[in-house]
């Protein structure tokens, strides 16, 4: 998507820069406790141990919240090349120039800040064109090309999976399904085009039906060959095919573990 301010990109890549902010937010707020304790025992007049174990955590604290910003600042440049975000370059000068606690302070809080503005543009150029279409708000939309499957209000539009091998998860449904996609940084990646668009993002987490959580079901022609496909992808059959009133299905989990479902329509 496209807007006449430069705003580029696709709910994959504000999802995966949304991801990005929060776990910024968590080693910035990590970094500032141990910098605001390193500053309290300095204030103290505090030589002891404590000083030197503030300080050393707060300097450990640094390159988490450098990486962080950096990831942030590529999302956002992605989505809008003009963002006023800084790069690890000018991260890694300030740190040399000034302090690394000024250079984990500062740019970090500068990267956060613009990456929130840039999402609340793309929610607002987001709704602008579910409600108007493209002819009226100016927008090109980039990875959906037929209209049938342009954004809608208030309809089902993306999905999320965890996983936690990525690359694992990626090789299946490219094998098995002939999926592509779309990295955005080293824990999310995103599809389009398959019925409904959607992501993974890393975690040690499994969505399976037993536990409760939704399932989704793939439509198959020839449902003996697409499950000779997912095995031989290296899925794991949960359910071997069986027969339900609407036709015939089978269950099966992909190498993250998360569960889905391949149904078709009953045998003749």
């Known amino acids: 998507m496209r807007d006449d301010a430069g705003i580029n990109g696709t709910p994959s890549s504000a999802i995966a820069l949304s991801y990005a902010c929060r776990r910024l937010k968590r080693a910035y707020l990590l970094h500032a406790f141990w910098f605001m304790t390193m500053c309290g025992f300095a204030w103290l007049h505090r030589d002891g141990p404590g000083l030197k174990i503030a300080v050393l955590l707060a300097l450990l604290t640094v390159p988490p919240v450098l ?32 302090t690394p606690f000024e250079s984990g302070l500062i740019v970090p809080a500068k990267n956060w800040w613009v990456a929130r503005r840039l999402l609340r543009r793309f929610a607002a150029a987001h709704e602008a064109f579910a409600a108007s279409g493209p002819a009226q708000c100016g927008m090109i939309l980039g990875p959906r090309p037929e209209p049938m499957s342009m954004p809608a209000h208030a309809k089902l539009d993306y999905v999320e999976f965890p996983a ?6 990626k090789r299946f449904f490219a094998q098995a399904f002939d999926w592509t996609f779309e990295d955005y940084g080293p824990d999310y990646v995103a599809f389009a085009n398959q019925g409904l668009d959607g992501g993974f993002y890393r975690a040690d987490l499994q969505a399976r039906s037993e536990a409760g959580s939704a399932l989704l079901v793939f439509y198959s022609a020839r449902i003996e060959e697409t499950l000779a496909k997912v095995e031989a992808a290296g899925g794991t059959i949960l359910k071997p095919v069986f027969e339900f009133p609407g036709g015939r299905r089978f269950h099966f989990a992909e190498p993250s573990g998360n569960e889905f479902a391949v149904w078709s329509d009953p045998a003749d």
């Open 67 to 98: 990486v962080c910003a950096s990831r942030v600042h590529r999302l956002c440049r992605a989505i809008d090349p003009r963002a006023g975000t800084i790069g690890l370059a000018p991260m890694l000068v300030m740190t040399v120039v000034f």
């Open 164 to 169: 936690r091998d990525l690359d694992a998860t």
